[in-house]
């Protein structure tokens, strides 16, 4: 039924399903029609593909699905959309992140570089989903998923947490006022600099003249799911109950849309939902 997908390797209740697409996803042997460069399950309605194609692949994903995802608008802000029978939004709520307490309600997160976190607990009774670009990451969004599931009634000690496919480490380059920020806020945090200091490598430039390594524009590269997992530790959750980390989606064309590789491009969504 479901082929070219992104599953989690994690130990959830069997009640919670999740998965993500990816740019080559099939649904009952049907592929996306989106065409190049956002070909072909392109699932975003923002980044200029035909409007068409679009509703197509999404009305696709819904047969597998048992209610409309919950779009959001992302902003990369740090909002989080709780959803529940007394708060049905009118349109797209914008945030990026979306708490969902009722079964059957699907939450989404589209992604092409940023990192897509899902969450659920060890009661299977509750799921969520954020998106973690760098801003979003620095200033809490995750720290806020992990809030509003505690006003919810989640323990910490309960919740699960997934890292989907986001830019890796060897590619995601930044300048030293991004690294700069991610320290000064987890010092706020009572982070100590040292470990955050060691989610940055410097990328060096080889002078051949000179046959000798420099880098002077100050620039790095970044460990994004490092910094998640540093987040989501600091939030409350158990190490053991973090998953995921390790794809790539600049580096594999194949499977995944880049905004850094390709500029424009397409999305895709990590889902999950519970019986």
Not at 197 to 207: I, L, S, V, W
Not at 218 to 243: N, P
Request: charged share 15%; glycine share 8%; with cysteine.
């Amino acid at each position: 039924m479901l082929k070219n997908i992104i599953t989690l390797d994690w130990t959830s209740p069997p009640n919670v399903h999740a998965f993500t697409t990816t740019r080559t996803t099939q649904i009952k042997g049907q592929k996306g029609v989106s065409l190049a460069p956002f070909d072909d399950f392109n699932l975003a309605t923002h980044v200029g593909d035909d409007a068409s194609a679009v509703m197509h692949n999404r009305a696709l994903l819904r047969e597998i699905l048992p209610a409309e995802p919950l779009w959001l608008n992302q902003t990369h802000g740090v909002a989080v959309y709780q959803s529940s029978t007394q708060t049905h939004c009118n349109g797209v709520p914008e945030a990026d992140a979306v708490l969902v307490m009722e079964p059957n309600r699907v939450a989404v997160i589209m992604t092409a570089d940023c990192l897509p976190v899902l969450f659920t607990t060890r009661q299977g009774n509750m799921v969520a989903g954020a998106h973690a670009g760098w801003r979003s990451l620095i200033n809490g969004v995750l720290e806020n998923t992990v809030h509003a599931m505690c006003e919810a009634g989640a323990q910490r000690a309960d919740m699960l947490a997934w890292m989907g496919p986001a830019i890796g480490a060897a590619q995601f380059e930044v300048g030293a006022e991004v690294r700069a920020e991610f320290i000064q806020k987890g010092l706020a945090l009572g982070i100590s600099e040292d470990l955050t200091r060691a989610c940055f490598k410097k990328k060096f430039k080889q002078n051949l003249e000179q046959n000798t390594a420099q880098n002077p524009d100050q620039k790095y590269t970044a460990d994004i799911y490092a910094l998640a997992r540093q987040r989501l530790q600091w939030a409350g959750l158990l190490g053991s109950h973090i998953h995921g980390g390790g794809l790539c989606t600049v580096s594999d064309a194949q499977q995944f849309y880049s905004y850094r590789r390709d500029g424009v491009t397409g999305r895709m969504a990590s889902l999950i939902w519970f019986e």
